[in-house]
Structure formats: C-alpha cells, structure tokens
C-alpha cells in the first residue's frame, strides 16, 4: 500500500515540474487538435458532401491514406533529428508550423460549410473521385498534419528518459499515454457533436496553444554521438529498418504490430460510411463507434498487462488476435441483420441505442477493440526494451515506417474493394482474414521469445 501510495505522490509531483509539464500539455493539445480535425472532416464530407456509399469509401480511405503516407515517408529522417538534435527545439519549430497547417485545413472547413464549390477531379489510376477545392485543401492539411505527427512521434517516447529520474520514468510514460488517450477521445467526441464552423475555429486556437506550451520544455540535446544526417529518403529508410530489424524479437514485433494496423485501418475507414449507410446512424453515432474503440483498446491494454503483471511476453498475442477475428465476424454478422430491419432514417444517438440489436452491435465492436489492445500493446514494450537509450527513437521510426506502410496498403485494398463495387459491411470479414495471420506472426515472436530466454538461461 505504502509503494503504490509512493508511486501516485510521484505521479502527481510530475505535474508540476517545468521539466514534465510542458511536454505533457504540448502532446496533449497535439493528439486533441489531430483528432478533432480529422474527425471533423471526414465526418462533415461524409454526411454533408458526397451521397453514395462508393464516393464516401472512397474519400475516406484517401484521407487515411493520406494522413499515414509522411510516416512511410519521412520517418528515418524524423527518427535520426531526435537522437541527434535538440528534441525540444524539433517541437517548437513543429508546434510554429502547425499554426499555418490549422489554418489551411480551417479554410477548407470554412469554405466547405458555405457551400463554396469548384469541382476537381482526381484520377487515382483504377478509378476517378470527383471532389471540390475546399476537399482539397482539407486533404492538404491532413497530409501536413501527417507531416508533423511523424516528427513529433519520436521525440514523445525519447525525451522522457532526459528531463525525468530513472523512478520517474514509467509514472511519466504513463501520464503521457493517459493524458494523449484522454485527448483523443475529447477531440473525436467533441468533433461529432459541434458545428463545423465551430471546429475550424478551435484547431487554430488550440494549435496557438500548442506551441506557446512548446516554448516552455527544457533543451533536450542528443545523448549519443551525432552522426550526419542522412536525407537521401529511401536510402535513410531501408538502412534504417534493416539495422532495427536485426533483432528477431524486435523483427517479428514490428511485423505484427504493422498487421494490426492493417487491419485497424481498414476498419477505420469503413467506420464512418458504415454508421451512415449500413447503419443509419447520424455523425454522432458514427463518433460514439471511434470512442468506444478507443476505450476498448485502452481496456485491453490495461487487462493484458494485468495478465502479464509486467512481464514483456507475446504469449497472450495469438489468442488475443484470433478473439478478435471472432469479433469482427459476430460484428458482420450483426450488420446483416441490421440491414434486414434497417431504420429509414437517420437515427440520432438516443434513437439508435433503443434499436434492437444496437447493444450487441457496441460490444461486438468493443470486443475487437479490447482484443485488439490485448494484442498489440505487449508488442510496443520489445521497441523499448530491446535497444539501448540513445537507440530508441530511430527503433520507434524504424517501427512507424514499417507499420505506415502497411496500412497505406490497407487503405489502398479498401479503395480497390470500394471502387470494384464490394459492399462496406462486405469488406469487414477482410479484416477477420487478416487476423490469422497477425495471429501467425503472433506465434512466431513468442517461439523467438522462448529461444532467447532458454539460451539465457542456459
């Protein structure tokens, strides 16, 4: 009782040091404004733009896309200027940039809401989306914001072990994680109940609060020795994933965990056109969908580290990923009856939770989500354990390089499905398919796991 008493008074002191504080406000008015933003717009041109379930597949597996392309990109470089340069000056020259990337995505929002349009077609080799400038802007600015994620998603995980004692650590950690969590809930709720005209308001302003945040971290300098950056990309990136990847653990942790968010951003861009046209539910329900699997992710994470009680093992993983295929399945199931009974019109949060079968719906979507956490989160500890300090921002690259490249290619299938005419409640069963083989490489990294612990031991 006294140690876990100790471990919350730690907790709570770290909010108010300069040396954690600013970096905690800074990530958490990152990961809201994000959310919002993002949420808000695929939102609006789902139910206020387009009026076909092909052209809203369509768009929002582009805006995934999009949002996911600068991981796969710039990552290498993102990942070698935060070991080897200040990482707080990296955040506020993001953070500054940030500022104009809000403003463009606003003006998009603005001239959306007002009904401004100039068509534009944009042809994607199998296909044509017809779109308006204002889309256009909006799908810059969620490629910028891309940009700045991948800058920012390093230095998250590598500053912390500068400015905080080796006991202060993992309470930090878990505050930052807790605190980010809590921020994208708050930016995809509140992005499904306010106006349009009201969120393009707010991403500027809470982007100007950003960044002063950002100007109150401490310096950060590089721990290790500092090598020449290496801007050639796809030379930075191969050599950079090669390196990382050495590690069989380390290997088949960053392949699994790349899957999964295959699969979660299949689902993710089936969520909003789902809600609407298999579902008839309005933005609000479409919103309640993000949250409830994001808690449920959170859910899974805390009950699979319960279950390991600290330990770093993938031996929960396969059963965990294959649980959540059985979901997934029961969840399509769901949707077919939905469809036999479906309401014929758009049915307000209230409305859709008295519809019958809405409850099993939730959990059903809970349960990939939880599953889902238990699967994945173990994976993320290999990233931090497996390589020395100095190490570990270009490890947590090499990791979103790999991963944001598979789901590029996830968002690339959904589009292809969509524009072949493949129904949206049809394409969820993929993601089940895919859980078997995320479970495969599940088996293969606990096997790695058990080799290396046995030759310890010996």
């Not at 308001?201 to 090598?227: F, K, W």
């Not at 609000?284 to 959170?298: C, R, Y």
Request: glycine letters at 8%; a positive charge.
């Amino acid at each position: 009782m006294a140690c876990v008493w100790g471990q919350f008074l730690t907790t709570v002191k770290l909010l108010g040091r300069r040396r954690f504080l600013p970096l905690f406000v800074t990530q958490l008015f990152n990961a809201f404004n994000d959310n919002l933003y993002k949420t808000a717009m695929v939102l609006f041109v789902v139910y206020q733009v387009y009026n076909s379930e092909e052209a809203e597949g369509l768009f929002s597996a582009v805006a995934s896309g999009l949002f996911i392309l600068p991981f796969f990109a710039l990552s290498a470089v993102a990942g070698q200027l935060a070991d080897m340069r200040d990482k707080a000056r990296i955040v506020r020259i993001v953070k500054f940039c940030e500022i104009g990337l809000m403003i463009i995505g606003a003006t998009g929002l603005y001239l959306a809401w007002r009904g401004f349009d100039l068509p534009v077609s944009i042809p994607l080799g199998f296909t044509t989306i017809d779109t308006s400038f204002p889309i256009i802007l909006m799908l810059f600015a969620l490629f910028l914001t891309g940009v700045q994620s991948t800058f920012l998603g390093p230095i998250k995980y590598a500053i912390l072990p500068q400015h905080l004692r080796k006991e202060e650590v993992l309470a930090g950690t878990g505050l930052v994680e807790a605190g980010t969590y809590v921020a994208i809930l708050a930016g995809t709720i509140l992005a499904g109940w306010i106006p349009v005209e009201y969120a393009a308001a707010a991403i500027i302003g809470v982007s100007i609060m950003g960044y002063i945040s950002s100007r109150q971290i401490p310096p950060a300098p590089p721990l290790g020795q500092v090598e020449k950056l290496d801007w050639h990309i796809l030379r930075a990136s191969t050599r950079l994933i090669r390196k990382t990847m050495d590690d069989r653990q380390v290997y088949y942790a960053i392949l699994a965990i790349s899957f999964f968010w295959t699969i979660g951003a299949v689902l993710f861009i089936q969520f909003p056109p789902l809600a609407k046209n298999v579902i008839m539910a309005s933005k609000e329900v479409a919103s309640v969908f993000l949250v409830v699997f994001s808690v449920g992710v959170a859910i899974g994470s805390v009950a699979v580290n319960k279950l390991l009680k600290g330990q770093v093992s993938a031996r929960f993983a396969p059963v965990s990923v294959l649980v959540m295929a059985l979901f997934v399945v029961a969840f399509y199931i769901v949707c077919k009856m939905w469809q036999a009974d479906q309401p014929t019109e758009l049915l307000d949060v209230a409305s859709f939770i008295s519809w019958p079968m809405a409850t099993v719906l939730l959990l059903c979507l809970l349960g990939i989500s939880v599953s889902g956490g238990m699967f994945v989160v173990p994976l993320y500890a290999f990233l931090t354990t497996r390589v020395s300090t100095d190490q570990a921002a270009r490890t947590i690259a090499a990791n979103n390089i790999v991963n944001s490249g598979a789901m590029v290619g996830g968002s690339l299938l959904a589009m292809a499905l969509t524009a072949g005419g493949v129904p949206i409640a049809e394409q969820v069963l993929l993601s089940a398919a895919m859980c078997i083989i995320s479970a495969w490489l599940g088996v293969r990294l606990h096997s790695a796991e058990k080799v290396e612990a046995a030759a310890a031991s010996a």
